[in-house]
């Protein structure tokens, strides 16, 4: 069966310092990978979407950034964090299939100070 | 182009009553739909899924969806709610192959002893 992890869960960050968050999925190859963010109270904006090792779209303007070196991770990441980044970073997984259901991860509470 | 309206943000029931959340979508084809669960500092559970066949859909816990195209709209439903359905909710169009998905703003669904 396919898994999705996420590291670290929680993370707490002064203004100006870098990021990396990680995502690896277990058991399946070649998915669909995603990053997105839940700010408090609000719904899903989705970051970044990749079809493959190296292929990367982004969907908003902003100050983060994302990697896939691997076929099973993603990694997001910042040079220097903004109070604004702060939130909750969910990743997903899908396989290029229709429908495209998509399997999420546990998630990192961002807190930036 | 697709998008989704979740038509309440919070919703209020007492347990052992019915639950009605509400999701109007707009797709230029043939849409995938979704619900979506999220307990508190979790990630999304998926609900159930409507894939162009029964409109009908049975997810896990005893919720339903019905698809109904004429209204443009894919409401869940649970007969009998129960303290544990407390979370947010999410209702998500997909009409790409490639897997990305519109998400709504969520409910948020409380339930009273």
């Known amino acids: 069966s396919q898994t999705i992890h996420q590291w670290p869960a929680t993370l707490v960050q002064p203004v100006g310092s870098p990021l990396s968050l990680e995502c690896t999925v277990e058991?399946?190859?070649?998915?669909?990978l995603y990053w997105y963010r839940q700010a408090a109270g609000r719904g899903l904006q989705l970051l970044f979407y990749s079809i493959g090792i190296d292929q990367i779209s982004s969907e908003v303007p902003q100050n983060l950034s994302a990697s896939r070196p691997q076929d099973r991770q993603f990694i997001l990441s910042s040079k220097k964090l903004l109070l604004s980044d702060s939130g909750f970073y969910l990743c997903?997984?899908?396989?290029?299939?229709?429908?495209?259901?998509?399997?999420f991860g546990p998630g990192t509470r961002l807190l930036v100070l | 182009a697709q998008s989704v309206t979740q038509l309440d943000s919070h919703v209020s029931v007492s347990e052992g009553t019915p639950v009605l959340l509400r999701c109007n979508y707009s797709?230029?084809?043939?849409?995938?739909l979704f619900w979506y669960v999220q307990h508190p500092n979790k990630g999304l559970q998926l609900l159930l899924k409507?894939?162009?066949?029964?409109?009908l859909v049975k997810g896990i816990n005893g919720f339903e969806a019905e698809f109904k195209k004429s209204e443009t709209s894919f409401h869940l439903t649970k007969p009998s709610a129960h303290m544990s359905d407390a979370a947010e909710y999410f209702c998500?169009?997909?009409?790409?192959?490639?897997?990305?998905?519109?998400f709504g703003d969520g409910t948020t669904l409380t339930v009273k002893p």
């Open positions: 997903a997984w899908s396989v290029l299939a229709r429908p495209a259901t998509q399997y």
């Open positions: 797709s230029s084809y043939s849409p995938s």
């Open positions: 409507y894939t162009s066949a029964a409109t």
């Open positions: 058991g399946t190859s070649n998915p669909n």
């Open positions: 998500v169009v997909s009409d790409t192959n490639a897997g990305k998905s519109t």
